[in-house]
């Protein structure tokens, strides 16, 4: 049993569909919805936790209709919204606090798992001032403590990483993939960043417009280019790469790297990448088949979209 299953489900605001006949099951693991601002990831999210009625279709979890079960659902899921759900005018401390003794601890319990969390999460003393003189990571952080203070089993993330900076950007993707990996949660993770996505989750689902364009594994998604290979010798470059060009391969350097691109001709093996770096007087330091990108699979599912819609 999957512990989400949405069948054929259709989301309206104002009689314009948000969600339009979409179908997942998302079990164990660490799921990415991707999509652009207004692909209706958001409204997924709501929809599950039972904040929105669907027009038509179902959705259960850990076997659970919604929206009918969706109080008992939502004491088991922490949910990490896009926007502010802090108060300003009060402590990390006193609003974790409070958020414990919402799902039914007792004080010294509430206060003793706000402070695990808020360890856990990465905030140091700060914790005792008020939240209107935090920066935009913290009150990320305080938003994923407050998502986490139950202890749940299913994680919902809506862009966890907005307004960060690159550094806090990285400790915050680093943050969720250990949470996934070593905690035993499962992570549902929105994004329209790509390599948001690609840092923490195994499996993918791509919306735009309310549908689903494509899901599976990441591996899956993102296969092997034919005839397509990543390479990058010791030195020598421009030897090498006269060489490939002689042979009849179309390259192309992958920035900022000092790898290429090499598609090469059909009657070509790979052990001509090592012979032509003999020939050049150098030593192949990296060499494997290229594969799609994420951002690629993306844009194919997208233009297959816009395609059967006659667009």
């Known amino acids: 049993m999957a512990l989400i299953e949405i069948d054929d489900l259709t989301v309206s605001y104002g009689g314009e569909p948000a969600l339009n006949g979409v179908s997942l099951r998302i079990d164990e693991g660490a799921l990415g919805l991707l999509g652009p601002n207004g692909a209706g990831k958001s409204t997924l999210i709501k929809t599950i936790l039972g904040f929105l009625r669907p027009a038509s279709g179902s959705v259960k979890v850990f076997d659970l209709p919604l929206p009918k079960s969706a109080l008992l659902v939502r004491q088991r899921v922490g949910y990490m919204p896009e926007r502010e759900s802090t108060s300003p005018k009060i402590s990390a401390v006193s609003f974790l606090t409070y958020c414990g003794r919402l799902f039914g601890m007792s004080m010294v319990d509430a ?132 060489l490939l060009d002689g042979a009849g391969c179309v390259q192309r350097r992958m920035a900022p790297s000092d790898t290429l691109l090499v598609r090469v001709p059909a009657e070509m093996k790979e052990d001509a990448f090592f012979e032509l770096a003999r020939a050049a007087g150098t030593q192949v330091r990296h060499f494997r088949p290229a594969r799609r990108s994420l951002e690629t699979a993306f844009m194919e599912a997208l233009g297959k979209e816009t395609s059967d819609a006659g667009v």
């Open 111 to 242: 206060m003793e798992r706000t402070h695990e969390v808020l360890n856990y999460v990465g905030l140091g003393e700060s914790r005792y001032r008020n939240m209107e003189t935090y920066s935009t990571g913290m009150l990320q952080r305080v938003k994923l403590a407050q998502a986490l203070i139950h202890d749940p089993k299913l994680l919902f993330l809506d862009e966890p990483t907005n307004g960060l900076d690159p550094d806090g950007r990285i400790e915050m993707l680093e943050l969720i993939r250990e949470i996934a990996s070593q905690r035993g949660v499962t992570v549902i993770l929105s994004s329209h960043l790509l390599p948001d996505v690609q840092h923490v989750c195994d499996r993918v689902a791509m919306l735009a417009k309310g549908r689903i364009l494509s899901q599976g594994s990441i591996e899956s998604l993102t296969g092997a280019l034919e005839r397509q290979y990543e390479v990058r010798v010791r030195d020598n470059d421009a030897a090498y790469a006269a």
